[in-house]
């Protein structure tokens, strides 16, 4: 007889919260948190940088641009998260 699989963490789960930053993911957000606390669990924040799709019938940015472009993006990204890990603490 097989014996139920268990797992060998210990202690409180952690709580994912993925966030796009927008007014439903603040909600989600304070939740999270709630949860987290509550539980005394570890809070993982996660926000996924979408790429910037370029569309040639429109317009297409040299790439020195398209690089600016996307570090100002993933600058401002970092930013957000780390004002909500402030909030976390």
């Not at 097989?2 to 939740?31: E, M, N, Q, V, W």
Request: charge should be positive.
């Amino acid at each position: 007889m097989k014996r139920p699989r268990t797992s060998r963490r210990r202690g409180p789960r952690p709580i994912l919260h993925p966030t796009d930053f927008s007014p439903a993911s603040g909600a989600a957000f304070r939740a999270a948190l709630a949860l987290a606390r509550a539980g005394r669990s570890p809070l993982l924040l996660v926000h996924v940088v979408p790429p910037v799709i370029q569309v040639p019938e429109v317009y297409v940015a040299s790439p020195p641009t398209y690089e600016r472009f996307r570090r100002a993006v993933a600058a401002a990204s970092r930013r957000r998260l780390a004002r909500l890990v402030a909030r976390a603490r």
